[in-house]
C-alpha cells in the first residue's frame, strides 16, 4: 500500500518542550512539505524540500526545523521558539516539479499544554 | 501568503443540487488544482487544470480556470451528503516548488 504516513496522530506538548512530527513516505516522491493548519483556515507552508539533504524555509519557517537526510523521511520539529505551535500539521509529497499533484498524510494535531 | 481566496466561505446545499466555489488568486500561475479534506483529515487531490487549459471534468467535478480574471470555480453536480467537506484551491507557480493553498469553501450537504 502506497502512501504517506504521519505520526501521532494526537500530540501534546508542554511549555518550552521541543516535539518532532514525523512523516514517512513510500511513493518514491522526491518532494516532501509541511503545511500548518489553523482552525477554519486554509493551508500555510513551512518547510520544503525538493532532494534529499536539501530544503528550504516557506512563509512561516519561524520556530521549526526540518531534516532531510532520507528520501522516504521528512520530520518536523517544532522548537520552544514556536510560540503559538497549537494547530494541525500536514505533511505531503510529490513526484516534484510543476503540474503534480501532492499526497497529503491524515494530519498531526497538537496541542500545547 | 494565501494565493487564492475562496468564496463562499460555507455553502449548504440539499442532496441532488448542484454546488459551486469559487476561487480567486493573485499572481500568474502554471496550474491550478481543487483538494477536498473532511473534517480532521488530510487533503485529497481532486483535480488539476493547467493554465492553458480552460475547462476540465472527472466524473460529477467541473473545473474552469480564466487566467485573465485569475479565477477558477468548481462545480460538484448532483450532490450527495458525501460530499460534505472543506474545500481548497491551489495554485503552483515557476519559481515556487510548492503549492500555495487558498482559506477554503465549507460544504454541507443536506441528506
Known amino acids: 500500500d502506497g502512501g504517506i504516513t504521519q505520526s501521532p496522530k494526537y500530540l501534546f506538548r508542554k511549555e518550552g518542550q521541543n516535539v518532532t512530527l514525523s512523516c514517512e513516505q513510500n511513493?518514491?516522491?522526491?518532494?516532501m512539505y509541511w503545511y500548518r493548519q489553523d482552525p477554519g483556515q486554509g493551508l500555510r507552508l513551512i518547510y520544503y524540500?525538493?532532494?534529499?539533504?536539501?530544503?528550504q524555509k516557506g512563509d512561516i519557517a519561524e520556530g521549526y526545523s526540518v531534516s532531510r537526510e532520507k528520501k522516504e523521511s521528512f520530520p518536523l520539529t517544532v522548537t520552544s521558539a514556536q510560540k503559538n505551535p497549537t494547530a494541525f500539521y500536514l505533511c505531503a509529497s510529490s513526484k516534484g516539479g510543476l503540474n503534480t499533484e501532492a499526497f497529503f498524510g491524515q494530519g498531526t494535531r497538537l496541542t500545547v499544554v | 501568503s494565501q494565493q487564492g481566496e475562496e468564496d463562499p466561505q460555507a455553502l449548504s446545499i440539499q442532496e441532488g443540487e448542484n454546488a459551486t466555489m469559487n476561487c480567486s488568486y493573485k499572481t500568474s500561475i502554471n496550474n491550478l488544482q481543487w483538494y477536498r479534506q473532511n473534517s480532521g483529515r488530510g487533503l485529497v487531490h481532486l483535480i488539476l487544470?493547467?493554465?492553458?487549459?480552460r475547462e476540465k471534468h472527472s466524473g460529477r467535478l467541473r473545473v474552469t480556470l480564466d487566467t485573465s480574471k485569475k479565477s477558477s470555480s468548481l462545480l460538484i453536480t448532483a450532490s450527495r451528503a458525501a460530499d460534505t467537506a472543506s474545500y481548497f484551491c491551489?495554485?503552483?507557480?515557476?519559481?515556487?516548488?510548492?503549492?500555495?493553498f487558498g482559506s477554503g469553501t465549507r460544504l454541507q450537504v443536506q441528506p
Open positions: 491551489a495554485t503552483g507557480s515557476t519559481g515556487r516548488r510548492a503549492l500555495t
Open positions: 511513493l518514491n516522491h522526491d518532494a
Open positions: 524540500s525538493q532532494i534529499v539533504n536539501d530544503f
Open positions: 487544470i493547467r493554465s492553458n487549459e
